[in-house]
């Protein structure tokens, strides 16, 4: 569908690069611009050599090693139900108490795992996913396993008690580096405005997931674009099109339903 490619490139031209998914421990240098910074500002009031060592940063830089992936995994179930502000302070505070490795995480009591990811919502809940997923991958090379058959790998994500196909495929997309496209609430909200009519028949997440899929199946670079564009349709949703979308000033609004059909009743 070449209008969801269209719409990737007015998203970009727009916000620019997101640097999703993002990653602590990355010394890089804090600009006055800086989002991640701002944010760790408000919250922490702290130094930079603790913003660069703890707080996750929006840096676009694919995980390296086994820690970064599994911070990423950590990231994927904390974000369930609730915004990233929230994961960040969670992640924040499991990176300041040396909680963040996968044996670290299967090793703590639950209580106090839930004590450290409070912030970011239903933190028994979470507790309790994040030591199931702790116990999976321990008993696996996290380095190896996004080598397995991919629906292989995802039937086994989706096997696992709190894991739906949201949680999976940020695992395989953001973690595992494999090209498979993230459909959120955002996506379906922005695109059943901006498709209208086509998507009364996109009945689950697979249907979703399949106009996605299909629009980019000639690109070479699949997995770069599904994250920035998984980034950019987040952004959007936040900036924009929100439950009550702010349509009036929308740059797609020509594009979407939702504008089109504002824009006649101001005239």
């Known amino acids: ?66 820690k970064e992936k599994f911070e990423i995994i950590t990231g994927a179930i904390l974000t369930q139900n609730t915004s990233w502000n929230n994961v960040e302070r969670a992640l924040y505070n499991l990176n300041k108490h040396k909680i963040n490795t996968l044996s670290e995480i299967k090793n703590l009591d639950k209580e106090t795992l839930a004590l450290l990811i409070k912030s ?91 106009i996605f899929m299909d629009a980019f199946f000639e690109e070479e670079n699949k997995v770069n674009i599904f994250k920035e564009y998984h980034g950019l349709i987040v952004r959007h949703g936040k900036e924009f099109c929100r439950t009550n979308p702010l349509c009036k000033d929308c740059f797609l609004k020509f594009y979407c339903f939702c504008g089109r059909i504002e824009a006649d009743l101001r005239e």
């Open 1 to 66: 569908m070449k209008q969801i490619i269209s719409i990737y490139k007015e998203f970009f031209t727009a916000y620019g690069l997101q640097g999703w998914w993002p990653l602590s421990g990355l010394n890089k240098s804090v600009g006055k611009n800086d989002r991640d910074w701002q944010n760790y500002i408000k919250v922490i009031k702290g130094h930079a050599s603790d913003f660069k060592k703890n707080w996750p940063r929006h840096l676009g830089i694919a995980p390296k090693n086994s």
């Open 120 to 210: 970011a919502g239903y933190h028994n809940q979470k507790a309790e996913r994040l030591k199931l997923i702790a116990a999976y991958f321990s008993e696996r090379d996290l380095d190896k396993i996004f080598n397995k058959p991919f629906y292989e790998l995802r039937k086994e994500l989706l096997s696992l008690k709190g894991i739906g196909p949201e949680t999976a495929d940020s695992i395989l997309l953001y973690a595992g580096e494999l090209s498979i496209f993230v459909i959120d609430s955002y996506t379906k909200r922005i695109f059943s405005r901006i498709l209208g009519k086509k998507t009364e028949k996109l009945k689950d997440y697979d249907d979703w997931q399949k």
